[in-house]
């Protein structure tokens, strides 16, 4: 059990041989050097420092490895000129970075006197600015590739992430710009039709109506792990994924700047998805009700989803 209510374990809590299952978590935010995060978390959790180009990681912390560095990603997605400017323009739009690795769920409440001192500091999040779309990324071990859990956790995030979006707000510059977009409905489509039963189906599904990692949650990591065979004939262009036996959730905001913000925003909607995974009269609910719809609106489905966790609610924790 943990002492802070807001990360709770997930319902299934451990993976098949019985280990705990981990979450490393990845943040986002600008205007603030990697020098001045470093400092700041040393200060919280000790550690041995090193230090490297536009990079820098904490050894031996009380959360054992933290890593900062300048996400770099963003730039193919910038003009021409980016490149030439300063370091210190580019961090208006160019985020720094906050990696660590796989926590238990009880070790996420320890971040959140980071967040505060990072925005006394100046770090500026997802809705201070037009050009910013920052965000947390999760990545939640999985309890067995093959696991029905886990494939069940995978159609669930289909059902709700349309009402994920609309109950949690996500920014509208994350929205426009071509890091979370939602998954085709022609994919939840096919996993309701097919309701894979190995993950390596699931692989086939996705890469036939998706080809890009820049979605709400970005299952590459987890099938190239899985599947890396397959992974390679199905997304070699995929090449640079790294592999690893977890979730890639990247839906949420970092909110960084925003007094009160912590990570329990972002764990709670992951266990949101993995509560109506584990929960099978509220998951075949929600399939039964897909296939009935009428409309293809996202709205007019968030809100039907709104009513049917509203129903079950006493199942699991749904509400």
């Known amino acids: 059990m943990t002492s ?30 990697e020098k001045i995060v470093l400092e700041i978390l040393q200060r919280h ?17 009380a959360l054992g490895t933290l890593k900062v560095e300048l996400d770099t990603a963003l730039t193919k997605f910038a003009d021409g000129g980016l490149v030439e400017r300063s370091l210190d323009q580019s961090r208006k739009i160019v985020p720094v970075e906050i990696v660590t690795d796989p926590l238990r769920a009880a070790d996420l409440s320890k971040l959140d006197p980071v967040w505060s001192d990072l925005r006394k500091a100046g770090a500026r999040g997802s809705r201070d600015g037009v050009l910013l779309g920052f965000g947390v990324h999760l990545n939640v071990a999985v309890v067995a590739p093959d ?3 886990t494939l069940n956790t995978i159609r669930a995030y289909a059902l709700l ?26 994919l939840v489509d096919a996993f309701e039709e097919t309701r894979p039963r190995t993950l390596a189906e699931a692989m086939r599904l996705y890469f036939a ?17 899985a599947e890396p065979d397959l992974f390679q004939h199905l997304g070699g262009v995929h090449d640079s994924v790294s592999a690893r036996p977890a979730f ?5 905001d970092s909110r960084i700047d925003e007094k009160g913000w ?11 998805v993995e509560t109506v995974a584990a929960a099978p009269a509220c998951l075949e609910a929600l399939s039964a009700a897909w296939t009935a719809r009428t409309s293809n609106s996202r709205t007019a489905w968030a809100q039907i989803v709104a009513d049917i966790l509203d129903e079950n609610s006493s199942e699991a924790e749904l509400a």
């Open 147 to 149: 696991h029905a859990h």
């Open 248 to 252: 890639h959730f990247r839906l949420p």
């Open 45 to 61: 959790f000790g550690g041995t420092l090193s230090v490297t180009s536009l990079a820098g990681s904490l050894e031996d912390t």
């Open 262 to 272: 912590s990570l329990a925003q972002a764990w709670d909607m992951w266990r949101r």
């Open 161 to 186: 992430e349309d009402f994920l979006r609309a109950v949690h707000g996500i920014d509208a510059t994350r929205r426009l710009l071509p890091f979370v977009s939602p998954w085709p409905s022609s």
């Open 4 to 33: 802070d209510a807001r990360y709770a374990e997930l319902p299934v809590a451990c993976d098949v041989d019985k280990e705990l299952r981990r979450v490393g978590v990845e943040v986002e935010f600008s205007d603030i050097t």
């Open 209 to 225: 109506h998706v080809s890009s990692r820049n979605h709400g949650l970005d299952l590459l990591p987890l099938f190239k792990e």
